[in-house]
């Protein structure tokens, strides 16, 4: 095979012909060699703490159907205030549990808001699909269960005609902007952590090149789209193998039209802020980032405090409770 690397190497060298013959023969070379790197490393699980929360009696136990049969199972907290705002969706991150949703919500429901979350299948006490085991990356179940979340909002006997607000904290953010981009009945998103997989994937592949190989001066030269190629081919064996398929996360956030404010840690070490700017300047909406200065990933709440939740609850105010006229949205929307 290193024939094939010299050979693709002096093509790359000739004629537009030969260039795009070379480029071909160095793409099949470097998915021979080093797809199962990216296949196994793309199949390592993160290593952090993730937070559980404390059950609270102020709680509705909620349980529902999924759209292949398992019950997922959440909670329904009602708003304190003498009238209701509107209802929210929070979106958990990987991992934990439906009371992890205290911490981030309990001012938006002291300011009038009803908060509903729900954990995902094999996630807390909601039912196991042995066919699955979730990593941190958004696959279509994690979309299935937050459809049927969204179906069991809309049947409720006190659910809001006016539509709702999602409120997602990393995995819980991503999986939102893909329903919101399918459902204008989600009128605003807030996230904080969110992630997509080609704009987190290939930065790190030409980090990590290096390990693996030497040719420093080919690492430079191949463009950027060059690795991105090479990572989805890993990314769709992968999803092969695991049975599932991971949607575009940056092609939902560009069909987003909803206002959006998303939250990010500026020294997040996993999901560098950069990653985070590069999926924030693809939505088309009404939008503001917040780079939350020396929080780490999932960290911005417990560096920003009282800030934090201020500017959350009069994001939702300004765009659930009074939402903007139609004509405030960019020409183009739908």
Same mark, same amino acid.
């Given at each position: 095979?290193?024939?094939?690397?010299?050979?693709?190497?002096?093509?790359?060298?000739?004629?537009?012909?030969?260039?795009?013959?070379?480029?071909?023969? =160095?793409? %099949?070379? =470097?998915?021979? !060699?080093?797809?199962?790197? %990216?296949?196994?490393?793309?199949?390592?699980?993160?290593?952090? *703490?993730? /937070?559980?929360?404390?059950?609270?009696?102020?709680?509705? /136990?909620?349980?529902?159907?999924?759209?292949?049969? =398992?019950?997922?199972?959440?909670?329904?907290?009602?708003?304190?205030?003498?009238?209701?705002?509107?209802?929210?969706?929070?979106?958990?991150?990987?991992?934990?549990?439906?009371?992890?949703?205290?911490?981030?919500?309990?001012?938006? *429901?002291?300011?009038?808001?009803?908060?509903?979350?729900?954990?995902?299948?094999? #996630?807390?006490?909601? $039912?196991?699909?042995?066919?699955?085991?979730?990593? #941190?990356?958004?696959?279509?179940?994690?979309?299935?269960?937050?459809?049927?979340?969204?179906?069991? =909002?809309?049947?409720?006997?006190?659910? $809001?005609?006016?539509?709702?607000?999602?409120?997602?904290?990393?995995?819980?953010?991503?999986?939102?902007?893909?329903?919101?981009?399918?459902?204008?009945?989600?009128?605003?998103?807030?996230? $904080?952590?969110?992630?997509?997989?080609?704009?987190? %994937?290939?930065?790190?592949? #030409? !980090?990590?090149?290096?390990?693996?190989?030497?040719?420093?001066?080919?690492?430079? +030269?191949?463009?950027?789209?060059?690795?991105?190629?090479?990572?989805?081919?890993? *990314?769709?064996?992968?999803?092969?193998?695991?049975?599932?398929?991971?949607?575009?996360?940056?092609?939902? *956030?560009?069909?987003?039209?909803? /206002?959006?404010?998303?939250?990010?840690?500026?020294?997040?070490?996993?999901?560098? +802020?950069?990653?985070? #700017?590069? %999926?924030?300047?693809?939505?088309?909406?009404? !939008?503001?980032?917040?780079?939350?200065?020396?929080?780490?990933?999932?960290?911005?709440?417990?560096?920003?405090?009282?800030?934090?939740?201020?500017?959350?609850?009069?994001?939702?105010?300004?765009?659930?409770? +009074? /939402?903007?006229?139609?004509?405030?949205?960019?020409?183009?929307?739908?």
């Amino acid at each position: 095979m290193v024939f094939w690397l010299y050979l693709g190497l002096t093509l790359l060298a000739a004629t537009p012909v030969a260039f795009g013959l070379g480029l071909a023969i =160095l793409y %099949l070379y =470097l998915r021979w !060699k080093y797809i199962p790197f %990216l296949v196994r490393i793309f199949q390592e699980k993160p290593l952090f *703490v993730v /937070p559980k929360g404390q059950p609270t009696d102020a709680a509705e /136990p909620v349980s529902f159907v999924a759209g292949d049969g =398992l019950t997922l199972r959440g909670c329904y907290v009602r708003t304190s205030a003498e009238a209701r705002k509107g209802v929210i969706l929070f979106g958990l991150e990987f991992g934990s549990d439906r009371w992890a949703c205290r911490q981030y919500c309990e001012q938006l *429901v002291t300011a009038g808001y009803d908060v509903f979350t729900y954990e995902p299948r094999n #996630q807390g006490d909601s $039912d196991r699909d042995a066919a699955y085991e979730p990593l #941190q990356w958004v696959t279509d179940k994690d979309v299935t269960d937050l459809t049927a979340a969204l179906k069991y =909002l809309r049947t409720r006997p006190d659910a $809001d005609p006016a539509g709702i607000g999602l409120f997602g904290i990393s995995k819980g953010g991503s999986t939102g902007f893909v329903a919101a981009a399918a459902d204008r009945g989600i009128k605003c998103v807030v996230t $904080d952590g969110a992630y997509a997989t080609y704009t987190t %994937l290939v930065p790190y592949m #030409q !980090k990590f090149i290096k390990i693996y190989s030497t040719r420093y001066t080919v690492q430079k +030269a191949l463009p950027t789209w060059f690795y991105g190629l090479l990572g989805l081919t890993g *990314v769709r064996r992968v999803a092969r193998n695991r049975g599932v398929t991971y949607p575009s996360i940056e092609k939902a *956030v560009g069909r987003m039209r909803q /206002p959006l404010l998303m939250i990010h840690g500026e020294g997040d070490t996993y999901i560098k +802020a950069e990653m985070a #700017q590069a %999926l924030y300047a693809r939505a088309k909406g009404p !939008k503001d980032l917040w780079l939350v200065p020396k929080a780490k990933h999932n960290q911005a709440l417990h560096i920003a405090g009282d800030e934090y939740h201020r500017r959350v609850v009069e994001f939702f105010d300004r765009h659930l409770a +009074a /939402p903007e006229p139609e004509s405030a949205v960019p020409a183009g929307a739908d």
